[in-house]
């Protein structure tokens, strides 16, 4: 190539528009290609668990399906619309599920993922981009971005007036801890898994919630997301408070030789959060954490007592999804009845 022709091409990329997402936009929505004008946009793919919650809570009537199937737990939540949706597979996480020829099939006007923002996830989207031809949006997913994140993606389906409701939603939620001091805030052991020996690391996206509710991770150090711990780490920790999401592991606990070692589970302060529709502290990590950052928050600083949690409950879903479960309903949420 010439010398001519290559600064041509050079200055040709600059100027793309997939080119400003490798930046860090205030925003916070890395865009591959010309998204359509808010009120053009109609069918919207979600490339992953946490973009479909994001979408779902914004404009509801524009997402095609969701990525990852839904337990009929989970669907009995939901409205009616959001329950017949199909599952469609993702392009985000562990491997794509949907081929592109299906995705371009389904004629999106816009694709969505939220979450993590690196360059894996940058290549990612602007790939799917120059494969298809469809406009892509990554949305950052940190927790602490949450009104950040829907105020923009609002803006972007035409729905910038919900998206504000909800964005305050979010800022009253993600108080700062400042006026809990640090000998206060308890130090958290967040168990996944049926054994409860899986948990996030720190400064995952999956652990979140533990520092939005003034807590501190035990978990110290290691890069990555999750990891595997043993059980004597778990007694050298000495956690107190110990909060998960699977009643399977909240069972075993409770009647474990090894886990009644601990004094948080022998004290009372073994937390079972509610995971549906989606999971309160994690599953998907999106814009669903934000009533159990609230629920944590309160149970770790002794004001949970004061609040009837299945009227939050129902609250929270008419605001965020559009639909209000019956008190009977919630109170068979392991954790919430």
Not at 180 to 205: H, K, M
Request: a positive charge; aromatic letters at 8%; hydrophobic letters at 50%.
């Amino acid at each position: 190539m010439k010398r001519r022709e290559f600064l041509g091409a050079l200055a040709a990329l600059s100027t793309a528009p997939w080119a400003h997402a490798l930046a860090a936009p205030a925003s916070g929505l890395h865009v591959f290609g010309a998204p359509p004008a808010p009120e053009r946009v109609h069918r919207v793919f979600a490339a992953g668990a946490p973009a479909a919650v994001l979408v779902h809570a914004l404009a509801p009537d524009t997402l095609l399906g969701w990525p990852w199937p839904l337990a009929d737990e989970a669907l009995a939540l939901l409205a009616p619309a959001a329950r017949a949706l199909p599952m469609l597979g993702r392009l985000a996480g562990r491997g794509s599920t949907l081929p592109l020829e299906k995705l371009v099939a389904l004629k999106p006007d816009l694709i969505v993922d939220a979450g993590t923002v690196d360059a894996t996830y940058l290549s990612t989207a602007e790939r799917v981009w120059r494969q298809t031809g469809i406009p892509t949006v990554l949305v950052d997913g940190r927790l602490a971005d949450s009104a950040r994140q829907l105020r923009a993606t609002g803006r972007l389906l035409g729905v910038a007036e919900r998206g504000e409701w909800l964005a305050r939603y979010a800022e009253t939620t993600l108080v700062a801890c400042g006026g809990i001091a640090a000998q206060r805030r308890p130090r958290v052991y967040l168990a996944r898994a049926a054994d409860g020996l899986e948990t996030p690391l720190p400064r995952s996206v999956n652990g979140e919630c533990i520092e939005a509710a003034c807590g501190i991770n035990v978990v110290q150090g290691g890069g990555g997301s999750l990891a595997r711990i043993s059980r004597e780490q778990i007694l050298a920790w000495s956690p107190e408070a110990i909060v998960t999401q699977y009643p399977e592991f909240h069972a075993l606990a409770l009647r474990d030789a090894f886990w009644k070692r601990l004094p948080a589970v022998r004290e009372g302060r073994l937390l079972l959060a509610p995971a549906a529709p989606f999971g309160w502290l994690d599953g998907p990590p999106s814009v669903n954490r934000l009533i159990g950052v609230r629920w944590l928050a309160a149970r770790l600083h002794g004001s949970a007592a004061r609040v009837d949690w299945i009227e939050f409950a129902r609250e929270f879903h008419a605001l965020f999804y559009g639909h209000a479960p019956t008190r009977e309903e919630l109170a068979r949420l392991p954790g919430l009845g």
